[in-house]
């Protein structure tokens, strides 16, 4: 059996001072002087006096790895890690430098809270709008809207702007959309931090249901014991580089033995 998701020597690279920047106008001026300085062939080649810039930072350095349909994978290290920019690269909000990865089959993405919601929209609207961003038909939101409202616990503001919301309840209406897709493959970030306990066990719960249905996870989270409890594999990533490759609880022993020694750059 094929992986379903093929991470294959993914670097990705920053110019420091504009990290986060992804405008249009900034990728054609760059590509403009890139143009400029190295030449067609030069840009073909790719400007490898980059690496060793003082202006430029390497946030992943040739990351492989793959996974299995029905697998829930848990991303494991510091903040910094490159944890959250490599799901970024397989969700395609930004590309990769170098590499690439293979995903095979839809997927959806909870990155960070209510991405894709609309303040001035109530509850209401937002799960269609959002179903809608995330590849859901309208019958298939309406057929759905009654679990998604259930579950997320805000029945009694489903039509308040969320603009309104709590942060908890926020979350709660984000994850809950996401969770409800049929779509195969499914990436969560640090999202679960944001509600309460009973909530976040709640989630976990959904998720490994998710599983068992035979939907694919990737899931990054400092939450030790939600990766344990959740994870059958982990990933534990250090310096924007995959260290070690194995079960989520080998990989929260290692992580743990290193995590409160000192970070060499």
Known sequence: MKPIIEVQNISKQYRLGVIGT????EVLNRFSKNLRENGPIGMLKGNKQNENSNDYIWA????????QPGEIVGLIGRNGCG?????KIL??????????????????????VGTGF??????????????AILGMRRRE???KFDAIVDFSEVEKFIDTPIKHYSSGMYVRLAFSVAAHLDQPILFV??????????????CINKMRSVANSGRTILFVSHDEKAVNKLCNR????????????????EMLDLYSKEKDLPQVA
């Open 189 to 202: 970030d640090e999202v679960l931090a944001v509600g309460d306990t009973a909530f976040q066990n709640k």
């Open 60 to 67: 992943l350095k040739d990351v492989s790895f793959s996974v």
């Open 83 to 87: 944890k959250s920019t490599l799901l």
């Open 22 to 25: 992804t405008s249009i106008r």
């Open 234 to 249: 982990g990933v534990y990533m250090k310096q924007g580089k995959v260290i070690a490759l194995g079960s989520a609880s």
């Open 118 to 131: 609309h303040a001035e929209l109530s509850g209401r609207e937002n799960i269609f709008l959002n179903g």
């Open 91 to 112: 969700s395609r909000i930004t590309f990769p430098t170098e590499g690439r990865a293979v995903i095979r089959g839809k997927s959806s993405a909870l990155l960070e």
């Open 141 to 143: 939101i309406q057929a």
